[in-house]
């Protein structure tokens, strides 16, 4: 096995396939962070307070080191309201129900801490869902896609049926905005894609400690 470059506080098979194609040698270590949204937290905060933590706690683990963690946070929003991953089949139903024929934004934060530094970037992206009657909406419920995912649909998988537009990151909606990804592990060095060029960094990055 290579030597990691990089830690991903992480399992979702999506994040791990997504990082996979910048070519970054890494390793997932396991995490646990309470996802409970503070009383008033507005959705950017939210995501963004979140992946810090998981970085943070891939941090903690044992034999990690020097080297980077990445943390990431998904959520889908309806105006002021974050949606998570369902907590049952009528959870999912709701949240389907909410955003058929609507226009929703999906933020995802990514942040990569190494011990004293601290760097998160959100991606921003808007999906507007088609019209889902109640029989499709269960339909698509009983596949089993929808059970893990923020705001119970997949955009890589059956869910896209029901998506007529998206404005922004694709990879971000699935979990991982790629190029706010590559430019943030340069700025801590990782190597990733050479024509991702490294002076874009400053821009695109915002500090957080």
Known sequence: MNQPHLYLASTSPRRRDLLALLRVS?????????????AGEMPLAYVRRLALAKAHAGCRQPGVGTLPVLGADTAVVLGRRIFGKPAD?????????????REHRVLTAVAVVRQDQAR???SESRVTMAEMSPAE???????????DKAG????????????SRIRGSHSGI???PLRETALLLQSFSVPVFPWVHPLEVGAKTATSR
């Open 26 to 38: 890494y390793q997932c270590v396991r995490i646990s962070v309470d996802e409970t949204a503070k």
């Open 89 to 101: 089949r009528e959870d999912g139903l709701a949240m389907l129900a909410a955003l058929s024929g």
């Open 120 to 122: 998160v970037v959100v």
């Open 137 to 147: 909406r269960a339909a698509y419920w009983d596949t089993g896609e929808p059970a």
């Open 152 to 163: 119970g649909y997949a955009v890589q998988g059956l869910g896209a049926v029901f998506i």
């Open 174 to 176: 699935m979990g991982l």
